[in-house]
């Protein structure tokens, strides 16, 4: 978690105070092992505390996004999801066209041959992100 004062910070210099219900939605979203959409998180806040209301969701939700504390994700349903960028180890992700799973995954081999692809051309990478569609064992 980052400490409270430099969450203070991050949201004077976006022109916001950093409230109780703010604190609240940054705590569950962290602490969130799934790829959020603004509404699924908002559902998940309203529940501790019922008079939140969506536009604070969302604003906190970009609030960390332009901090690179959460990442923004569309896996090609028209819905955007966030997931926290704190402490995590590069992955890539698995998606069920049928269900909506997502299954986050690292392969050491694959980053290798994308460097080596990257090189042999002579780019250098600054990120890259691996998405892969198709039916989770459920949906088969």
Do not use: W
Request: aromatic content about 8%; glycine content about 6%; hydrophobic content about 35%.
């Amino acid at each position: 978690m980052i400490p409270n004062n430099q969450v203070g910070s991050l949201f004077r210099q976006n022109g916001l105070r950093l409230t109780k219900q703010r604190q609240a939605i940054i705590n569950i979203f962290l602490r969130s092992r799934k790829h959020l959409s603004v509404e699924e998180l908002y559902q998940r806040v309203k529940k501790l505390s019922p008079s939140i209301g969506y536009a604070t969701v969302y604003r906190t939700v970009k609030v960390l996004t332009r901090a690179n504390l959460a990442e923004e994700r569309q896996f090609g349903d028209g819905r955007s999801r966030f997931e926290s960028a704190m402490e995590k180890k590069h992955h890539d992700h698995l998606i069920c066209v049928k269900c909506g799973k997502i299954v986050e995954f690292e392969n050491d081999q694959i980053e290798q041959l994308q460097e080596a692809a990257a090189r042999h051309r002579g780019f250098k990478v600054l990120s890259h992100k691996l998405e892969l569609y198709g039916h989770c064992p459920s949906c088969q």
